[in-house]
């Protein structure tokens, strides 16, 4: 009886844990936003934040996407040669790229990359007391750390995305044109004649989600980051987990919403 | 003309942190241009106190009074407009790793002038930054430098001069000697000296180092479980008469703080 009874109250402390957490962040993303309307802005900050993630993360994604498209060129061919359907490999990467690999595999690089830097870098000034020097010197925390960086992960991972989305459909040409003897014109052809405009600004749109949920996370656990070194490799690990977690789940709503007739 | 209304006026500040009462009803009241150190073991809550006073942590009950007004009560705008007026020393100087020096000596400055809407120009702020490093003993030169490249002393000076870049009314130290060697403690207790008298702050430390609360303090008070057990004129720290503070001052083991050991 009593085991049943830790069980249940295991179950009610995480629950309570995962409601209070979802509030807190809930209320760290609105105050957040709230000081974007509310003068002074950062500029600086924000630009070097726009620098850091939006330039700084450009090899990792530029090689993300040119692989992941030369890769599903390839995986495409050896199940549609079956069929004889080697035809539909363009539309299928360029589809594949612009409407989910580009965003999440942008997004997932940029969660590893920088909501993990961000977190550990907000969580060293927690436990440094550089966040509560900023309050001595009439600084908000909030509107001085966090707010640019929210407004440059969304502003950067959209233009990240539309170089991915470029560079994994080359990816595809180059594999289909070089490794399966494509012709050029026809890949190209059939390219454009697959992809609609709706395609590449839905990827860019959850490009936009996505990167304001990666920067909150690697904000939100670094600001609330504790306990000094083992702290803020803790935030840091939570940082990128969750954003990662939300990138696919809100991946899913977003798909559901837009693509699913 | 002696003035009799205190600068800070602490009355019945009491902050807990779950079932653990770190302050338990203090009073203090800081005269206008007298430093008070506070001293007290690890863990005593002199920390606390002033986190409480610059509003970093909420306190749970009590008043604050800067200037007669209860801080506590202020909305938060007219609150960020009083802690505009306190400079901090932080203990690890907490000196911002992303800014060169002057820029962290010049960060206050150049927040209060976008606050105002009379913004320094960056050349004017790195000039003034320059003259505080001067003030604390450094050379200018040293404001092109990251904080990463400064020794232990010489982040506490560029702390220093940050706190006192705003010519604040009021100045708080969190223990401003550890971690130095007994001579650089002594250069920083002179420079803060220094800087008071010149500034004619009200300053309140915290320290558990007798050299230098007796160096930096007109007055001093001892934290002891949640309660101010005593106050009086830093002079007399060694000699007290509190059995207490004398057991505390002097570092001997026996008598009647014990300590928390588990055995």
Known sequence: MNAVLDFIAALGRAALNLVRTAGALTLFGLTALSHLVRPPFYWRIFFGALIEIGFFSLPVV???ALFSGGVIALQSYTGFAQYHAQGAIAGIVVLAVTRELGP????????????????????????????????????????????????AGTIALPCLVLVADMLGVMGGFIVSVVKLDFSAPAYIAATFAAVKTIDVTVGLAKAAVFGFL????????GYTSRGGAQGVGSATTAAVVAASILLLASDYLLTDVFFSQ | MIQSTPKIRIRGLCKAFGPKIVLDGIDLDVMPGTSMVIIGGSGSGKSVLLRCILGLIPADAGTIEIDGVNVLTLPPRRREEVIETIGMLFQNGALFDSLSVWENVAFGLLAAGRR??????????????????????????????????????????????????????????????????????AVI?????????????????????????????????MLYKGKLIWQGPAASLLNSGNPMVDQFTHGRREGPISMELRR
């Open chain 1, 62 to 64: 530029a090689l993300t």
């Open chain 1, 104 to 151: 999440v595999m942008a997004g997932l690089m940029v969660a590893g990359r920088v909501g993990a830097a961000m977190a550990a870098e907000i969580g060293t000034m927690r436990v440094t007391d550089q966040i509560d020097a900023l309050t001595t010197l009439s600084t908000n925390p909030m509107k001085y750390l966090v707010t640019p960086r929210l407004l």
């Open chain 1, 214 to 221: 990666i920067t909150l996370m690697g904000c939100y656990h």
């Open chain 2, 116 to 185: 105002h809407g009379r913004r320094p120009s960056r050349a004017e702020a790195r000039a003034t930054a320059g003259r505080m490093l001067e003030q604390v003993g450094l050379d200018p030169s040293v404001g092109a430098l990251s904080p990463a490249e400064l020794s232990g002393g010489m982040q506490k000076r560029v702390g220093l001069a940050r706190a006192i870049a705003g010519q604040p009314d009021i100045l708080f130290f969190d223990e401003p000697t550890t971690g130095l060697d007994p001579i650089m403690g």
């Open chain 2, 189 to 221: 207790d002179g420079l803060i000296v220094d800087c008071v008298r010149k500034l004619g702050s009200t300053a309140i430390a915290i320290t558990h180092d007798m050299a230098s609360a007796q160096r930096i303090g007109d007055q001093a008070a």
